[in-house]
């Protein structure tokens, strides 16, 4: 994880040291055809663009470094930003969506001016969590040139993200925990001196239940005092942590604070004799049946929190 | 103590308008259906002598009274466990009556459950708190098992795994329920009827419930004016008489989670409240011409059938079938399209709806009732009535 930042960092400081890349040629001057089409479908009616002196509209100044629909690997350019791209996919942040664009206008273009743009890599950022998945932020400049006199410029940012691909998606909002920096979970147990047996076993990889320490019988949910025999004096047993689907749900709407819809929920029979609650993980929600073989396993929320869920028996 | 059978009416009701934003407080509401159940009895404000409500209500029996200018107050109580409150606030009334505590007394429900707090909303402080309620949702929160329609779909997969029920099943009683709102004026979906297709086709919330499985959210406030049967009798309306009125409670009662005791394909707790509303009223479910049954989950609708004793374990799925619960049915159920139809006021539009049809006024009228059974709010601790013609 560490490594991993180290190395995308390493590579982006390379870029932004490199500074500005190659000056590329737009394909044509600034021209009335162009123009006009893009004030069409702008429905732009400013007459400042339109006419013999026609000026083109500054918002449109991206369009004339746009490469076009037949654009030739071989012939392409690389660019220093390339570099971070490339490695991000290559760590299998390969999700993209851009996040923040501004323009600055140094001054109108008139028809017949021919164009350069020059990138240059300013800035990354992350990892951070987002909604999407963990990725970096990453900023790039652009600056367009008549002759070497800079036009505009336009400061671009997008997110390049790790898309989530786990069984199910009650796995993937957890095991992101695992990675990332944690954030608290938000679904917390009230624990007391009568429940804290349970969550302390938990921690150390047990599922406790409750036993009467006088005659002996089992108990889920754990309380205060035997309904058998009274009796105040309480141990645990440790389950054996297998046990079978007595009831499930599959929970879609609505959504739920530190969790990913669908997730399930079961109540699990253990051979012991009680009967538990909790998520079944790995395990695609629609293979879920009544009567399934499970088994516990654990899994730590956040730096506090472990919960006991369920996996099923073949997995 | 003798029996309560029979000692005391429903002798007025009342109600809002039934919306999705009522734009007032929730003071305001209850202020209204109060006034409303009055003036439906010919009884004034000062004639009021105890306020029973909900403990979910956020309304103050004290600040009820000071806003519809009530006077002194004998007797005033609250009724826990959400919605399983409706007909307990009845039996309590009915009590205070009886016992000579109170004359006259109102029992209200009131609330903005669409436009303000919205209870099938996951809300992450249920656990957290070492309460013994906090303690108990504890078990299941933190598995984001928190929503009202979640720990119902738990019973009802339960259920269909052990009777062979089916999701059609379920939407065959949304589908009577919107065909009995559709032509209650006063409903939320009136003029609304839904098909079979469409309960399928609707969205999942919680498999095995669809969106059209759970009973909408509403705001507006249902009052009822109880007091004994010889004052009723001199009030503007024929009694609805109290013939029997119940609580109950099962073994390892939970709120909404009783999933850790011996069978979930039942609901132990309207099999106490079942049993003794038959006995207190010497009747059976072959003297009852219309059910109100609680319906903010379709799945319960099944499973109280069969606690009521409308039909056999398992086999709700056939009494239903074919329109039986539907208005020209076997058995017509929430004639005025319940909580899925008509307005989700926590089963005490209910209860109104009953005592109009021992009158003989509803919109939807039953012909030739005598006696109707009612439900409260099922997975929880509950409650459950028979009015009787006087």
Known sequence: ?315 | MGSLSRRTAVAGIGATEFSKNSGRSELQLAAEAVFAALDDAGLSPSDVSGLVTFTQDANQEIAVAREVGMGDLSYFSRVDYGGGAACGTVLQAAMAVASGIADVVVCYRAFNERSGRRFGQPDARVGGEPSSQGLEMSWHVPYGLMTPAAWVAMFARRYMYKYGATSEDFGRVAVAMRRHASTNPAAWFHQRPITLQEHQASKWIAEPLHLLDCCQESDGAVALVVTSVERARDLRHSPAVIAAAAQGSGAGQMMMTSYYRDEMAGLPEMGVVARQLWEKSGLAPSDIQTAIIYDHFTPFVLSQLEELGFCGRGEAKDFIRDGGIEIDGRLPVNPNGGQLGEAYIHGMNGIAEAVRQIRGSSVNQVQGVRNVVVTAGTGVPTSGLILSEA
């Open chain 1, 1 to 315: 994880m560490t490594d991993e930042r180290d190395h995308l960092m390493a590579v982006a400081g390379k870029a932004i040291a490199a500074g500005e890349g190659p000056r590329i040629a737009a394909p044509l001057p600034v021209n009335a055809a162009t123009i006009s089409h893009w004030t069409e479908a702008m429905g732009e009616r400013n007459p400042l663009y339109a006419g013999p002196d026609a000026v083109a509209p500054p918002a449109m100044i991206q369009v004339w470094s746009m490469e076009g629909l037949n654009r030739d690997p071989d012939r392409r350019v690389r660019l220093p930003v390339d570099d971070v791209f490339e490695a991000l996919d290559e760590a299998g942040f390969t999700g993209v969506v851009a996040t923040n664009c501004e323009h600055t206008y140094h001054r109108y273009l008139d028809l017949g001016e021919e164009l350069t743009s020059g990138t240059r890599l300013t800035d990354i950022a992350g990892p951070k969590r987002t909604a999407l998945g963990d990725g970096y932020f990453v900023t790039w400049n652009v600056t367009w040139y008549a002759g070497d006199e800079p036009v505009a410029e336009m400061m671009f940012r997008l997110l390049k993200f790790r898309p989530k691909t786990s069984a199910t998606a009650a796995d993937e909002s957890r095991n992101v925990g695992a990675e990332a920096a944690r954030e608290p979970y938000p679904l917390r147990p009230a624990v007391n001196r009568d429940t804290a047996f349970f969550w302390d076993g938990v921690r150390e990889g047990e599922l406790r239940i409750q036993k009467c320490g006088d005659c002996g019988i089992l108990r889920h949910p754990p309380g205060p005092v035997c309904p058998t025999c009274r009796s105040t004096r309480r141990t645990h047993a440790v389950a054996s942590g297998s046990g079978t689907v007595y009831s499930y749900v599959v929970h879609h709407n609505p959504p739920v604070p530190g969790l990913r819809t669908p997730f399930v929920v079961a109540v699990v029979e253990v051979p012991e004799g009680v009967r538990l609650v909790g998520n079944i993980v790995r395990c695609a929600t629609e293979d879920v049946y009544v009567g399934m073989p499970v088994r516990v396993t654990y899994q730590q929320m956040d730096d506090e929190l472990t919960l006991p869920m369920w996996i099923p028996v073949e997995a």
